[in-house]
C-alpha cells in the first residue's frame, strides 16, 4: 500500500558506531567490522551501540505540531 500524503521534513541524522567494552568510537562501518573480524581483539558484534541522534529544524517542528493537531481534531470513531 502506498502512502502519497506521508509528512516528509528534512532532518539532520547522525550515527556514532562505538564500542561499549572499550568506547572506541568507530569513523566507519568497515573499521567496526574490522574490529569484530580481527583475531587480536575481543570485540563481538554484540559489543557494539549504534547510536542516532536525529535533529529536526524548528520549522520542520511546526509542520509535524500542525499535522499532529489536525489527527487530534478529526473525530474517533
Known amino acids: 500500500m502506498a502512502h502519497v500524503d506521508l ?3 528534512d532532518c539532520t541524522t547522525t550515527v556514532v558506531l562505538r564500542n561499549t567494552r572499550t568506547n572506541k568510537v568507530y569513523k ?3 573499521e567496526k ?3 569484530i573480524a ?3 581483539t ?3 558484534a554484540a559489543d557494539i551501540a549504534q547510536d542516532v541522534k536525529v535533529e529536526v529544524s524548528p ?3 511546526n509542520v509535524l505540531q500542525k499535522v499532529m ?3 487530534n481534531d478529526k473525530p474517533k470513531s
Open 33 to 35: 567490522e574490522a574490529d
Open 69 to 71: 493537531n489536525q489527527n
Open 38 to 40: 580481527d583475531p587480536n
Open 28 to 30: 566507519d562501518e568497515a
Open 7 to 9: 509528512l516528509k521534513i
Open 59 to 61: 520549522k520542520g517542528l
Open 42 to 44: 575481543e570485540t563481538t
